[in-house]
């Protein structure tokens, strides 16, 4: 069968493909990944031809949000993951999805200058206008891989909690800032 959404193989509770929202208090349970933070370099749908790349858009608030007993299906499939490439194909009306670290139209970069307002769409972010994600106070448990997950860098992790996860944090891209984090493994079991 043919998906209207590729990326529903990666279903997750919260799936965020603009991060430029305020995603504060949520629970997450199930699912490839609890809250996944996929990249669009381009708007989907009826919105296609507007002149923004969302990959590019600075995250408002990301708070207190807890993700748990999920990512069963992908041993890097995080909690919290941030990674995978939504897009369209050559033909430019089928999508594509590529749930790894795709980086064929470019990374995640959340920039400080909204190059596409002034109408540059076609310009990434230069290194001395980058900017960080930050995720605060959150937490996952329950998780058979890594609890937070970054594929695509220039995330920032403060108040991070990890309880009984295969693994707390995984970064496999540069620019990844953890502050502030404690990792809680084998809770009640006899070592």
Not at 33 to 44: E, N, R, S, V
Not at 167 to 190: H, P
Request: a negative charge.
């Amino acid at each position: 069968d043919i998906l209207t959404l590729p990326a529903d193989v990666t279903a997750a509770a919260f799936y965020i493909t603009n991060v430029h929202n305020n995603i504060i208090g949520n629970a997450a349970s199930g699912g490839w990944a609890g809250f996944a933070f996929p990249t669009l370099h381009q708007p989907l749908g009826p919105n296609k031809d507007v002149n923004m790349r969302p990959s590019s858009r600075t995250a408002l608030t990301i708070d207190g949000n807890t993700a748990h007993s999920t990512g069963w299906w992908w041993y890097h499939a995080g909690a919290f993951y941030i990674g995978g490439a939504l897009y369209y194909g050559s033909d430019g009306t089928t999508l594509e999805y590529n749930a790894g670290r795709d980086q064929s139209k470019g990374i995640r970069s959340p920039c400080k200058v909204d190059h596409c307002a002034a109408g540059n769409c076609g310009t990434y972010c230069q290194p001395y206008d980058q900017h960080w994600n930050r995720i605060s106070n959150s937490k996952t448990f329950l998780v058979p891989g890594p609890g937070m997950n970054s594929w695509s860098g220039r995330a920032e992790i403060v108040g991070y909690e990890s309880h009984d996860n295969g693994l707390s944090l995984e970064a496999l891209e540069s620019g990844f800032w953890i502050d502030n984090m404690l990792s809680q493994c084998r809770t009640g079991e006899k070592i």
